[in-house]
């Protein structure tokens, strides 16, 4: 009996340092190691290394892009949903995603970040990404940091768990 | 090295009789056996019968539901998109398919196939189906029927190649 | 007391003739005469020429664009929604509109009537409109011909007011 | 001939204390008073508040619905636009404001905050709303601080000017 897939969100800049391009190759290596699915927006930066990781690792990897074309997708998206609705795809990465990781990012990060935890989505922020929790009340269930990628990975599987 | 995988959406009614429910059956069955995944709008009838050949064949499906919880999708899918935009949801079955296959439906059915032929999509149409031909000037490259499952994937298929 | 005003859609080509032209513009200014919003894709074609209709006549004109650019809308639109949808702005043409009047046009205008009726919402179509009557079963109550500008306004409002 | 009306986003929570409440009316009396369009999400709270300042006194109140019923709106909205798409008809709020003016909120407040400064649009912020400026490399000539509703509508107004 097929069942549906766990899905793990990866969102953070389309312009990254090398040691987050590493650290987001990583996460994405350890989603396909634990036979979840990647989804992310589908362009490059963080999104490619950890569409790389998986890609490389067997996973499948959902790319939710802004454009109307496939072609836009990275070289490691293997299902592209070519939504044609720019920024506003942000919500649906957030709403396929079960749970999300965030790694640094600009304002696009930031707005995925919100709209998760306004849908009640745990998200999981890696060194340098937008700390939200200094500016404002947040629920500490929802918001929880982590320093590695299997820590990563495996508070966010452990948070689907208790859905 | 990875790649897109070719998607086929299949559209159609959620209240249909037994013949379209096993041809929708076959016509998943073919999509799987041919190592394309699935895309539909991850509800009942043409959409849960055609997810059911895909997935019962090791097939993935991708079910792109109008709301935001993925226990609507029927049992069948294993990647579910939860839209949370209702009919609007319709646009991106049209955009994440490569080509779609119609079957007997609704207006929602009409709306996909007018939303597919707007953006340059072939249209497979099953008899029985909105055969908007006879009352519009259709271009004939793009809108083709077929009688039986093997010729409306083949079709699928050989449209996808010469995009 | 403010209250909530009464919205009618106008759809149709991007590209029509003269006298489709001239029939669309006395609809936009019945709308206007009548103290109704009109609400349309806001580009060129029949959608301009409506738009010209209600504006010279004093009426607010409201264009859903399918680019996010507001400079994208014909002149005559005086408040723009940019959506950055695409073609998924159809959706919210209908939804915005309590009833829409139909004039010929291509798929996209198709797909409009489609999701109109798919919502329960009262079409009011012109001649040589896409007349889906004759390829499947249209609830009559909700798919109305008119032939001149004062009756598809009549219409149009009649369908609000047992809304 | 009619032109397009500059209209001002007012974004903020559904719920408010008595002093924002009283904050968000004068806000929205003054954009109405400057013959500039509202544009909110329609609800409660900062939206109902600033929607009520500018309806009773002249202004046009568009309000972009989460649901498909225009009956969810507050009774201020003039012009519903009822989008069905939940949160994510915050993308639609901000491209369809020229600038934004943010009151306190929650996640949802906080994701149109981001997704305005992404999309290059300027973001007056009243106080007690996220300061993302504190977290962030936030562009100063996009993020504005005001302090009563004169000052924020007259930087708002000040800002579409110079687009």
Request: with cysteine.
């Amino acid at each position: 009996m097929p069942k549906q897939k766990t899905i793990i969100g990866v969102i953070g800049g389309s312009a990254i340092d090398e040691k987050n391009q590493a650290l987001a190759y990583e996460v994405g290596k350890h989603i396909a190691l634990n036979k979840a699915i990647l989804v992310c927006g589908g362009l490059g930066g963080v999104m490619e290394a950890a569409s790389r990781g998986a890609a490389e690792n067997g996973g499948h990897v959902v790319g939710i892009l802004p454009s109307e074309d496939k072609n836009s997708a990275n070289p490691f998206i293997t299902i592209p949903i070519p939504t044609g609705m720019g920024i506003g795809r942000n919500v649906l990465v957030v709403r396929t995603a079960d749970v999300l990781i965030a790694f640094p990012g600009s304002y696009g990060t930031l707005s995925e970040v919100a709209l998760a935890l306004n849908v009640g989505k745990t998200v999981i922020y890696m060194p340098g990404s937008w700390n939200i929790s200094k500016i404002g009340q947040v629920s500490s269930s929802l918001f929880k940091e982590a320093f590695d990628a299997p820590q990563a990975v495996g508070l966010a599987l452990n948070s689907v768990i208790h859905l």
